[in-house]
């Protein structure tokens, strides 16, 4: 497809239900001028929160900048105006998820069993529209880095605390921002709650792709976290379900491009958060403004290069874990581990279990 010279990202009415995933080394569908700029608007509530979180030694340590960066993606393709309601909307069920997590990662069978059931609601949100489907997947993200953290059971309400707080500063943002630009009146929410009812009871049948692909996230997700709990990979694990997170679709062509975009994304983003983490060592100015330009790179490079967005998420979260502690050849190696373990797992999900009309290739 080619790149589309406007400054919608993907369908500013909302009726949006597919993201597709460029081709390697090509560059679509949006045109990267228009998307870049969205991305460094949109970036700007993750660099406020990291400047305070930082610079002023909070105790959230970053985790309001990280709920940002989450909350960023819902209703991306939207108007500021627009923007601002699903964001403020999507706050209490991020901060929840987040909370619940905490909870979850004190007894692995719950981790497993929370994460699964939290991805297979996310999953089914893209029955709907990719602004629904997006908010499914900013609380399946919250859950799985809060569980992956493995912090104490006093931690749930700053847990929930810090992933509302990140929604809600999202949404303040995008609420400014339509105050004095980024208005258009031709467009409107994205919301109908009679056609959500109507499409979600329509794939209330294992005969629709969508119900499959619920299945199928839960599953694979689940699995994930069940790996790295078993193989007591603490800290690091997480790669493995946000991997699967990432790149496993209802469609299976967009499932398999993304393995590949994602294998070459992290191991490029990998090597060189390494070698700004050694460079910087530990200082926090310099790490404080990289985070953020990689989180306006995060947000234009979604619809632009996948490749390219998943380096630039995965520079974030390296640089964001080295400044917490993580030691740095062992948190990589467990990376690229996990990472493999992720792309493995969203492979196999979809030979073991195709979509409705599709054989299955593995006996």
Known sequence: MPAQRTSRLYD???EARHLRA??????????PGPALRRGALVAVPVALA??????FDWPSRGAI????????????????????VWQAASAPFVGAAAALGVLASQWAPAAVLAMGLIAAASGYCFADTL??????FSCSVALMLSEGLFLPAHDTLPALYYGTAGALIQAAWAACVWLVYDRDSDNQSGWDWSRTKSRL??????????ARHSIRYGVALALGVAIYRVAGMKEHGYWIPLTILFVLRPERDETDRRLILRAVGTLAGLALATGMAFAFDG??????IVLSLTAALSFGLITVQYALFTAAITVYVVLLSDTLGEARFDAAGQRVIGTAAGILIAYVAFRIYPAPGEKRPLR
């Open 22 to 31: 460029s081709p390697l080394f090509k560059i679509g569908p949006a045109a």
């Open 131 to 136: 602004r629904l489907a997006f908010v499914g």
């Open 50 to 55: 990291l400047i305070f979180e930082f610079w």
């Open 65 to 84: 900048a990280t709920a940002a960066l989450i909350c960023g993606f819902t209703a991306l393709d939207a108007p500021a105006g627009p923007r601002a």
């Open 283 to 288: 200082a926090e100015v310099p790490i404080a």
């Open 12 to 14: 500013a009415s909302g």
């Open 201 to 210: 009871r329509a794939n209330l049948t294992l005969d629709s792709p969508i």
